[in-house]
C-alpha cells in the first residue's frame, strides 16, 4: 500500500530525498546540531580554573581548537619609564601563575599557549607548548627557571 502511494506520487518521494540531503548537508557544515560548549578539550579544562583567579578588565582568555590564547594588559601600561626588563619580568610572572594555577595535566596536553602582553611601549607576544608550561610548575630555582624559559619559550616584541 506505501509502495502504491509512493509510486502514485513520484515528486513527493524525490522532495523527501532532497530534504533529507539538504539537513544532512546544513548537519556537516556545523550549521545545524553543532554544540561548541560540549566538546571537551584540554584547553577549556585548562581555562576553567584561571578565570577564577585572574582580572577580568585586563585578562581576556580564549581556546582555539586545543590552543589556548591569552590576552593581558600590563600593569605598567600608565607608566611611561618602561623598560623591556620590566615587560619581560612580568611575562616570566605572568608564565608561573598560568603554570601554577592550571590543572598540570590539562596543560600538557594542549597544544600551544600564546600570551600578548599589551603595554604602551611595546607589545610581547609569547609562545610555548602546554607540556613546557605545565614542567614550569614545580621549577623554584629562579636560575632553573630563566634557563626553562629561554629554552622553551619564544618571543615577539611589536614597538608602538
Known amino acids: ?59 581576556t582568555i580564549k581556546c582555539k581548537e586545543n590552543n589556548l590564547d591569552i590576552d593581558i594588559i600590563s600593569e605598567y601600561s600608565a607608566n611611561t619609564n618602561v623598560t623591556k ?14 603554570s601554577q594555577n592550571t590543572h598540570p595535566e590539562a596543560m600538557e596536553r594542549t597544544f600551544m599557549v600564546v600570551i600578548k602582553l599589551k603595554s604602551n611601549m611595546m607589545n610581547i607576544s609569547a609562545m610555548t607548548e602546554g607540556k613546557y608550561l605545565a614542567k614550569m ?15 622553551t619559550v619564544k618571543t615577539k616584541e611589536f614597538s608602538k
Open 137 to 151: 610548575r614545580n621549577l623554584q630555582d629562579e636560575n632553573q627557571l630563566l634557563k626553562h624559559i629561554q629554552a
Open 85 to 98: 626588563k620590566i615587560l619581560y619580568t612580568e611575562l616570566a610572572n605572568q608564565l608561573m601563575f598560568i
Open 1 to 59: 500500500m506505501i509502495a502504491k502511494n509512493l509510486l502514485k506520487n513520484p515528486i513527493l518521494v524525490i522532495g523527501v530525498l532532497f530534504m533529507a540531503i539538504f539537513l544532512f548537508d546544513l548537519r556537516d557544515r556545523k550549521v545545524f546540531f553543532h554544540r561548541d560548549k560540549l566538546e571537551a578539550t584540554s584547553c577549556k579544562a585548562a581555562i576553567v580554573p584561571l578565570t577564577k583567579r585572574v582580572a577580568e578588565d585586563q585578562w
